[in-house]
């Protein structure tokens, strides 16, 4: 059997955590954050996820598909910031010492620390929406990544640092989401009777 599918049969085989899918869903009028979540043949995730406040965890439940060391998440209405620790994919196909996203008031960012996909350095802070791949790995397939992924949706900014593709599976890594700053209202003018002397 082909490693491959032999890996593809793996992760078949395990399910860890419900997550609906990797670019998960956050609360609608908060800003949200979690350091990873996985679905398709493995479901991770996401961990560890907040809305308000700030979580951490130290690595992922044991599986074939990822490893990590802490991970991070801290969020409120118009700031949120992940991060990973020490992470490696597919068979360290994909590797960083550090993964980080940050969102703040409709702005957003990510970095990586010594990142690299099958021994191929990756930029430290790409611009938004950087693909990289389709990238061939033997016994692994086709792998993409998108870096410093940014995606509006309902007024909301959400930054994922590394959105990854790959035997149908999709894995998702430091993601933060917020608002926008929301505008000053515009002064009303006040209109004063003055009185006339003369």
Excluded: F
Excluded at 20 to 34: F, L, W
Excluded at 66 to 71: D, E, H, N, P
């Amino acid at each position: 059997m082909r490693t491959s599918a032999l890996v593809a049969a793996a992760l078949a085989a395990t399910t860890l955590l419900p997550s609906a899918t990797a670019e998960a869903v956050s609360p609608a009028e908060s800003g949200y954050a979690y350091g990873i979540a996985a679905s398709g043949p493995l479901n991770l995730g996401p961990l560890p996820a907040v809305s308000e406040g700030h979580a951490s965890l130290l690595g992922v439940p044991a599986n074939p598909l990822l490893r990590a060391g802490v991970l991070n998440a801290a969020a409120g209405l118009t700031y949120s910031r992940a991060s990973v620790a020490d992470l490696r994919i597919l068979r360290a196909a994909l590797t960083a010492s550090a993964v980080t996203a940050v969102c703040r008031a409709g702005t957003g960012r990510s970095s990586l620390v010594d990142a690299a996909l099958a021994g191929t350095r990756l930029p430290v802070a790409a611009g938004p929406n950087t693909r990289v791949g389709p990238v061939g790995l033997p016994g692994v397939g086709s792998v993409e990544l998108t870096l410093n992924k940014q995606v509006w949706q309902g007024g909301r900014l959400t930054v994922t640092a590394i959105s990854l593709r790959a035997l149908g599976q999709q894995v998702s890594i430091a993601s933060a989401t917020c608002r926008a700053m929301a505008a000053a209202p515009t002064p009303k003018p006040v209109k004063n009777n003055l009185p006339v002397t003369g």
